[in-house]
């Protein structure tokens, strides 16, 4: 069975600061996918980025990026120069590499940004 | 951009109701999807749907629950006795085989909040 664990409930970060959101997750499949999705006080689920469990590098769209540390089973969101608008949940994902496979996503973390 | 639309965004309900919820997935997408948040918590899988028939459900996904893709738009999940219990976000997603980098990365719809009296 497939595992997320979030271990940060919250987290308060200055603007501008570079924040890491630890994941760390437990599976048996030699293939799977690894998401960030943020979701917003509106309550909406927005895909941030996505890991191969083969990608031989970190993913990485804008701001952020993926730390992906295969042999450790850590997938840590890093969001660089933080923004208030960042504030939110962030919940890690992961899913075997089937095209219908289901998203098994973690307790997520509430990170607040301060001005 | 496409994207995954839901209605209601918000149903309210008696206990014992039944409900359905909709969902108009990406267009070209061939898989589907239904989650669910109850305040607070992580979001839980329900449902897989591809090629008309339920590909994979979780325990929650119970006989109360069905889905159904009625023409070639809609999506939808019907809870047909709602409890207490079901008061919570439910997600539809859709994805399909061309995903970037090769990856089944589903989007995600807006939501829709039961709330069940």
């Known amino acids: 069975a497939q595992k997320i664990t979030q271990t940060q409930p919250g987290m308060f970060v200055q603007e501008k600061e570079a924040v890491t959101l630890d994941c760390t997750y437990d599976?048996?499949?030699?293939?799977?996918?690894l998401f960030w999705y943020k979701q917003p006080s509106s309550g909406e689920m927005i895909f941030l980025i996505y890991?191969?469990?083969?990608?031989?590098q970190n993913a990485t769209e804008g701001r952020y990026s993926l730390n992906f540390q295969k042999a450790r089973k850590s997938a840590n969101l890093v969001i660089s120069a933080s923004q208030l608008g960042d504030s939110a949940m962030y919940f890690c994902?992961?899913?075997?590499?089937?095209?219908?496979?289901?998203?098994?996503f973690g307790k997520g973390t509430r990170l607040h940004i301060l001005p | 951009e496409p994207e995954v639309t839901q209605t209601p965004s918000h149903q309210v309900t008696q206990m014992g109701q039944e409900v359905i919820l909709r969902c108009v997935p990406i267009?070209?997408?061939?898989?589907f999807y239904w989650y669910r948040q109850i305040l607070g918590q992580k979001v839980e899988f329900l449902v897989s749907?591809?090629?008309?028939?339920?590909?994979?459900k979780s325990e929650i996904f119970d006989d109360q629950f069905s889905v159904e893709r009625p023409d070639g738009s809609n999506f939808t999940l019907k809870i047909r006795s709602t409890k207490l219990e079901d008061s919570a976000m439910y997600f539809c997603?859709?994805?399909?085989?061309?995903?970037?980098?090769?990856?089944?990365?589903?989007?995600f719809g807006p939501g829709t909040r039961l709330t069940v009296l």
């Open positions: 749907f591809y090629n008309n028939e339920i590909s994979e």
């Open positions: 599976t048996s499949d030699p293939s799977y996918g």
């Open positions: 890991q191969g469990s083969y990608d031989q």
């Open positions: 994902a992961m899913s075997r590499a089937d095209r219908d496979d289901k998203i098994i």
């Open positions: 997603a859709s994805s399909d085989t061309m995903g970037r980098g090769g990856n089944n990365e589903q989007f």
């Open positions: 267009s070209n997408h061939l898989y």
